[in-house]
């Protein structure tokens, strides 16, 4: 899976990267080394105008967790911040987003823990790994719109953007830190990833790929990102890597 991951490239930079034509300055989100579900991110998405039926891409902010549109609340959001790639046309909370709303979240890198076992009076612990390409990752996602029908339609929180990302097995060394990773889109297939127009789930199927084909850079860093709360540079510093799993290992 994808439970944590680094966003730290400014909108500003993103607008041009991506050929974003749409996008609030104000609504750009600082840097985050630590993101964590539930938190807003940053997404780029194509979106048909409904009047003039001209197709604008967009750099938006939504919430990491998907809320289908059918839910009747929004409590199970932590629970769909990814989906699997192998059955996201067939699951109801993604099938209608896999076919009309898809997006694509910039990220650093991301995170993923291993098990370390008690050893000469240490207690067992999690150690941390960030795995990036070392370029932005245009990770796979989708997005979706959820209505609360509690509040008047105008009301600033009637509506909730929310978004999931795409993961499917891990290969090379980053199968060794964990069995799935997140899909990515690559440049030259962004434009058809968004496409609205496109629902086809073969003709979307072949346009993901694994990062770096599976062989991720990877490096163990400080047990401080294990709290949500900790947050800056410094958790991307090296650390004592206990499993041999770092590149420099």
């Not at 997404?43 to 998907?66: K, N, P």
């Not at 989906?83 to 993604?94: G, L, M, N, Y």
């Not at 509690?150 to 795409?166: N, Y």
């Amino acid at each position: 899976m994808c439970g944590r991951f680094v966003s730290t490239t400014p909108p500003a930079d993103l607008v041009p990267l991506l050929g974003v034509t749409d996008w609030d300055p104000t609504e750009a989100l600082a840097p985050n080394w630590n993101v964590a579900p539930t938190a807003p991110i940053t997404a780029v998405l194509d979106r048909v105008d409904a009047d003039t039926g001209e197709v604008s891409r967009q750099l938006r902010v939504l919430r990491w967790g998907l809320v289908p549109s059918w839910a009747k609340d929004r409590s199970g959001a932590a629970r769909l911040i990814n989906a699997r790639s192998e059955t996201v046309d067939q699951k109801p909370s993604f099938r209608r987003a896999f076919a009309k709303r898809r997006c694509v979240i910039p990220a650093d890198g991301y995170y993923e823990w291993r098990p370390v076992p008690a050893a000469d009076g240490r207690k067992a612990y999690k150690q941390p790994y960030f795995l990036s390409t070392g370029g932005v990752m245009l990770m796979a996602g989708l997005y979706e719109f959820w209505r609360d029908a509690t509040l008047p339609e105008d009301h600033p929180a009637a509506w909730l953007a929310t978004a999931t990302i795409l993961t499917t097995d891990a290969t090379d060394r980053a199968g060794r830190v964990h069995d799935r990773m997140p899909l990515l889109v690559p440049p030259a297939a962004l434009d058809d990833w968004l496409d609205p127009a496109r629902t086809h789930r073969d003709d979307l199927r072949h346009l993901l790929e694994r990062p770096a084909d599976g062989d991720l850079r990877v490096r163990a860093v400080p047990t401080t990102v294990n709290r949500v709360a900790d947050n800056g540079p410094e958790l991307l510093a090296d650390a004592p890597d206990p499993l041999g799993l770092s590149d420099q290992a």
